[in-house]
């Protein structure tokens, strides 16, 4: 982070531009600027594409970005994602493969550690978890901060972990649905019409209302930002949205599941 810092020091001397000057200009206050140039503060994705359109959108801060430090516990083609949500005024999530990280257990994602391959250390899973559990609390610490949820019924009908972990996952999974900005949709297992089934969708929305995509599979993730491409994916969630369970219904298949363990 000092080397990028210095970079950018350099790039906001070179255009003759204060600290103070530079800060309005990409809507910043000077004491983040110092703390960035500085390498005390990691900058975001908003930050970085801000100074390069006040810098001359040079490249050089837009290809630096990625090679920042390493966050422990997140996977590298994941990082620039999470660094996005970090911001995100909105986010919706539809998987169909796993319980979303933002509404894992511990005990849940254990399950999930202990079927890895290659075999993962406890530190390696200890790790994980951490980076998840910090992730997590946006969704208590930004009460402003939409966030939609569509899950599959039989991510939970698998029961991955055994009876006790699925029941503690349904009563945290309940616990999060109380929560105003918190939207939670199940799927039914039997659904004639399915507008998801090409695979899990995450969209984002920034504070410039600027709409962005994830797609992950295998050991590889990818940042959706061609608008047509965001587009389909925001179709495709707004008719899954209809086609799911309401959250009312939704609170009430739960609730019978938990019961049915």
């Known amino acids: ?18 600290r103070e000057e530079f800060g309005d200009r990409v809507r910043f206050s000077k004491h983040t600027v110092a703390s960035v140039e500085l390498g005390r503060r990691m900058p975001d994705l908003v930050f970085v594409e801000r100074a390069e359109e006040v810098l001359g959108n040079t490249g050089v801060l837009r290809k630096a970005f990625p090679k920042l430090a390493r966050q422990p516990g997140l996977a590298a083609w994941f990082r620039r994602w999470a660094q996005l949500e970090e911001i995100a005024i909105t986010l919706y999530t539809y998987e169909c493969r796993m319980i979303p990280g933002l509404l894992q257990t511990e005990a849940y994602a254990g399950a999930l550690a202990a079927d890895q391959l290659p075999p993962l250390a406890d530190a390696q899973i200890e790790e994980r978890w951490a980076a998840r559990a910090e992730r997590q609390q946006m969704l208590r610490d930004r009460p402003n901060t939409a966030f939609s949820f569509i899950l599959e019924e039989h991510l939970l009908l698998r029961r991955t972990g055994g009876v006790e972990v699925t029941g503690g996952l349904i009563d945290h999974v309940l616990e999060i649905s109380k929560l105003r900005n918190v939207e939670i949709q199940i799927m ?4 004639e019409s399915h507008a998801g089934l090409q695979g899990p969708i995450r969209l984002l929305e920034t504070p410039e209302n600027k709409w962005f995509a994830y797609n992950e599979g295998q050991e590889s993730g990818q940042l959706i930002t061609d608008p047509k491409v965001v587009s389909v994916l925001q179709s495709r969630y707004a008719r899954m949205r209809s086609q799911a369970l309401s959250m009312k219904d939704s609170l009430s298949l739960l609730k019978q599941m938990q019961g049915d363990l």
């Open 188 to 191: 039914p297992l039997v659904q």
């Open 1 to 18: 982070m000092r080397t990028f810092g210095a970079v950018l020091q350099a790039l906001r001397e070179h255009a003759a531009l204060s």
